[in-house]
């Protein structure tokens, strides 16, 4: 079992800038992929972006490149979404996850965190 704590979530307005936090613990191998996920309130969950832990390979949605950031720190088994220039469209749920593969699926992802609300006003 991994259990994921997100953090950093709020309210900001357009043009602003968050970082959020996942942090895990448990049975957590440097085999897994942790990934960022959001929902947005009527909409299915949307994949933001991932890293591998291995090699820190990182992936994106294209909307969001350039834009958001994903990056580790191995010592304190976190992940963070820093997340600059937002949009009032950017506001969602933000969950992390972890996946024993490389992918953009939701069903790809073994185990989930809670979510941290991010509200961007316009």
């Known amino acids: 079992q991994v259990q994921l704590v997100e953090s950093g979530g709020g309210l900001v307005q357009a043009g602003g800038s968050l970082r959020l936090s996942c942090a895990a613990s448990g049975r957590f191998f440097s085999t897994y992929t942790v990934g960022w996920f959001r929902q947005a309130p009527g909409k299915e969950h949307e994949f933001v972006a991932a890293?591998?832990?291995?090699?820190?390979?990182?992936y994106y949605t294209d909307s969001m490149k350039g834009r958001f950031t994903i990056s580790r720190d191995n010592a304190k088994v976190v992940v963070y979404l820093q997340m600059n220039s937002l949009k009032p469209e950017d506001t969602a749920i933000y969950y992390c996850a972890v996946s024993q593969r490389v992918g953009r699926a939701r069903n790809e992802y073994d185990y989930w965190g809670q979510g941290t609300q991010v509200i961007v006003s316009s």
């Open positions: 890293i591998t832990w291995s090699s820190s390979s990182t």
